[in-house]
């Protein structure tokens, strides 16, 4: 018995010291499983593209049969800096080269299944043409050791990654195919179901070129940090970017010392869809894509930088769509003069003749626009302005031809607008003026920079809210707050029909509009607002105004600003009437608030011009004066026997003592 347990018990202790052995393999398992930075000590360091086929054989496991996979743009050496600030930072080599489970590796790697994590990408390029015809795989476009999020490419990035293979891509058929270029990445045509969007990113140049402007730089003109930089730039707070509130952040990074600001615009694909075409086919007019309505435009956002380096995207208002060239659009276009008029985009861009011939792009570029082939009268007085000598603007430089409204229905403000695009610091070179912020106020540049331009001065009903605003009375609202849906202002203005409302006849009118203005919301009283405009231009533009010193240059019955008054009147089918206003307006006891800053001077004297006005009434009076006279003769009677009267009261006592001393 004992010497069976004596053979057994080694049998025992061999099998335990066998277990023993065994477990580092369990607990340790996991730290014998390839590392990142094992992969890293080759593939992480540049010298590995120095070391020869032969040198790199003897570093990896030969295999043969295999069919070596093109590397694409992928590289053996990877930049750890790139790849942790990468899309795919977060992931670990093995996550994705799945079949390396030991070092060394085999010699070749299984293509990687980009499909396991991004299957929905996969299937769409899997059904496009793009695919059938070239086999491509991911890696052959995007790096996935280097590539970032989609969204923090800019659009020559974007194109770039096409211009890898579409070296030679022959766009001779677009019309200004560099222009196109300039703005738009290659997938905005060629990947219809992604969706687009524009976006704005206000640059300076820095060194001739181009550069975002940073954080630090914005909060330094704008004077704001971290979410009050939203609040500085939204000046309305409605959640979006206006038009003027872009002009003004611009103003303030030109006055913070920034040189030539501006914004650039892209138009990017925000959404991806890697169904891509190999022609765009369907274009058959311009108006597919310039128009508000246009897919490209479903989103148009400003890229404000972020303290961190990247930049946050803000809502900018559909309205930015109407600006200046170089991306005109149809919706706005069919508000503007040139379509009102029936001009047509051929009747200007002649040389859009054909789009598609034989089944071909045929359209030539469009070369310079000739507005004097309809604007020859103008052409001819503008050469002949020291404006255009100096500068040698041509007239989309100031207009946008595709936009632009009736001269008659811009206010003084959007003229006054159109000068400062280029004459940003106006306001600072007329501080010789005499209160120049109150004659910046109510005229626009042109009444005094072109002499010889017809002027005048605009009256216009207003309301006042509740915080102050004035805001411009329609049609709808003034016949709201009179009670009268169809009502013809005009006529219940000029009660006398003479075609020229007086000074009372105007006051009369806001005192019933005054008596109702409750029935209104939010609306405190109603005035007139008043412009100073000229009411026919002439583009002959002098460099300097008259830098008048003596006050009655302008503020006098004399002065051409002063040639016409008129009254602006809203009609129902949102047009505006403009009826001749009597002039005692500026200075009679009339009662109408809003006009305080209008004033003549030196009308003590009876002139002749006071003459003509007088007669004017007169006529205008017409026999209705054999009415005044009797009513006149009436009064005076009625008068006369109570003066009578009274007199004979007064002196009753007198009379009697009289009477008194006679006896």
Known sequence: MRSKQMTYCPGILVLVFAFLLSLPVFFLADAWAVSDDDCLSCHGSSDILDISKADRLDMVVPVTGIKKVSPGVTSLYVDQDKYASSVHGDLSCTDCHT???????????????????????????????????????????????????????????????????????????????????????????????????????????????????????????????????????????????????????????????????????????????????????????????????????????????????????????RAYLAKMPPIPNQHAYLKSVHAENGVTCLDCHSEFKVLKKNGKMVVKSPGIVVCANCHSDIMDKYKKSLHYRVSKKICYNCHNPHSVKPFSQLTAQ??????????????????????????????????????????????????????????????????????????????????????????????????????????????????????????????????????????IVCHSANASFYSKVLLEIPQRDGGIQTLPLDKSVLTGAHGISGVSDFYLLGEHRLTKKDIEDLWYTIKSIGYRWIDIIGVMIILGGLGFVGLHSLFRILTIKNRRKSRKYDK
């Open 414 to 551: 959007q003229r006054k607008a159109i000068c400062q695009k280029c004459h940003t610091d106006a306001l600072q070179q007329h501080k010789w003026l005499s209160q120049p912020n109150v004659h910046f106020r109510y005229l626009e540049c042109t009444m005094c920079h072109s002499p010889k331009a017809s002027k005048g001065i605009v009256y216009y009903f207003r309301g006042i809210t509740s915080d102050g605003r004035a805001v411009r009375l329609a049609y709808k609202d003034l016949a709201t707050i009179l009670g009268k849906p169809k009502v013809d202002i005009a006529e219940y203005i000029n009660k006398a029909q003479s075609g020229r409302v007086s000074a009372f006849e105007l006051a009369a009118f806001l005192k019933d509009l005054n008596k109702n203005v409750k029935k209104t919301k939010d609306l405190k009283y109603i005035d007139v607002g008043v412009h100073l405009i000229v009411l026919k231009p002439v583009h002959n533009f002098t460099d300097k105004g008259l830098k008048a010193k003596d006050c």
């Open 99 to 317: 079949d390396i489970t030991q070092l060394p590796h085999k010699q070749y790697l299984a293509p990687v299944d980009c499909s396991m994590c991004h299957s929905d990408i996969a299937e769409q390029y899997k059904k496009s043409r793009h695919f059938k015809v070239s086999h491509k795989p991911c890696w052959a476009c995007h790096n996935p050791h280097e590539e970032v999020p989609v969204e923090q490419l800019n659009q020559k990035q974007r194109i770039s990654i096409c211009l890898r293979c579409h070296k030679k891509t022959s766009h001779d058929w677009l019309p200004q195919p560099e222009t196109h270029f300039k703005y738009l990445e290659c997938t905005v045509c060629h990947s219809p179901k992604a969706t687009k969007g524009m976006f704005l990113q206000f640059y300076s140049k820095k060194d001739g070129k181009q550069a975002p402007i940073t954080y630090s730089e914005f909060t330094k003109a704008l004077g704001a940090q971290g979410k009050d930089l939203y609040v500085k730039i939204d000046l309305n707070k409605d959640g979006q970017l206006e038009p003027f509130e872009i002009k003004a952040v611009l103003k303030q990074l030109k006055a913070a010392g920034l040189k030539d600001c501006g914004l650039r615009e892209q138009i990017l694909v925000t959404n991806l869809y890697h169904n891509f075409t190999y022609k765009v086919k369907n274009i058959k007019d311009c108006a597919m894509c310039h128009t508000s309505m246009s897919p490209f435009y479903k989103t148009v956002e400003a890229e404000i930088p972020d303290k961190d380096g990247s930049f946050k995207k803000y809502p900018v208002s």
